[in-house]
């Protein structure tokens, strides 16, 4: 009788550690704890990338590029700090800025393209027609934006990162977030307001 190596599944599991910190920390010694940062957050990163690359392919590219560079920063990481999420939104926001221009170009294209056509009723809830039918202005409004607004708005909208979090995560001021947020809200609505 062959003997196998265990399967990672197999493996006792490492003891249940309380947050990202001392995931870090630990990583700093046993790099293999890094992982448990990954199972916390990598499906998180990888929704809001695939939600600003309209692309599950890049996506998948960029939160993979995204825990491997917080792993190579890892010793870098503030551990006064005991959510990550905030450090690897920034991560994920620098990576997916490399795909700028063909953000602005899908956002430019879906601006073009009519709304779509009325379902019957029974089909469709009147806030989906109305969100169907803002979609064009809305892109077209985000393609408007300069790229800190843009990723300002979407960790915000998208992400759900308190403004403590998406400044963190952007290396800006609190302040800063406040004030482009409503410079922000305002371009949005005067935008959508051209286009009704």
């Known amino acids: 009788m062959t003997s196998a190596l265990p399967h990672r599944a197999e493996l006792p599991a490492p003891p249940p550690t309380s947050d990202d910190t001392a995931l870090i920390r630990e990583s700093l010694t046993d790099p293999d704890r890094f992982a448990g940062l990954f199972d916390r957050h990598a499906d998180e990163i990888h929704r809001y ?3 600003r690359l309209n692309d599950v392919t890049t996506a998948d590219d ?3 590029e995204t825990f491997l560079v917080a792993f190579r920063k890892r010793t870098r990481y503030d551990l006064t ?3 990550a999420r905030p450090w690897l939104y920034g991560i994920a926001s620098k990576l997916i800025s490399g795909h700028r221009r ?3 170009r899908r956002l430019k294209a879906l601006a073009r393209q009519a709304p779509e056509r009325a ?8 806030e989906r027609l109305t969100a169907a039918r803002l979609r064009p202005a809305l892109a077209a ?5 300069g790229s800190a607004e843009r990723d300002l708005l979407l960790l915000v909208a998208w992400a759900d990162l308190t403004y403590e979090e998406a400044a963190q995560a952007l290396g800006i001021p609190i302040g800063t977030v406040r004030s482009r947020l409503s410079r922000t809200r ?7 307001e051209s286009h009704a």
Do not use: M, Q, Y
């Open 49 to 51: 990338a695939a939600r």
């Open 62 to 64: 960029v939160t993979a």
């Open 81 to 83: 700090r005991s959510d």
């Open 102 to 104: 063909a953000e602005i």
């Open 119 to 126: 379902a019957e009723f029974e089909d469709r809830s009147a």
């Open 141 to 145: 409004a985000l393609a408007g934006l």
């Open 186 to 192: 305002t371009k949005i609505r005067r935008s959508l």
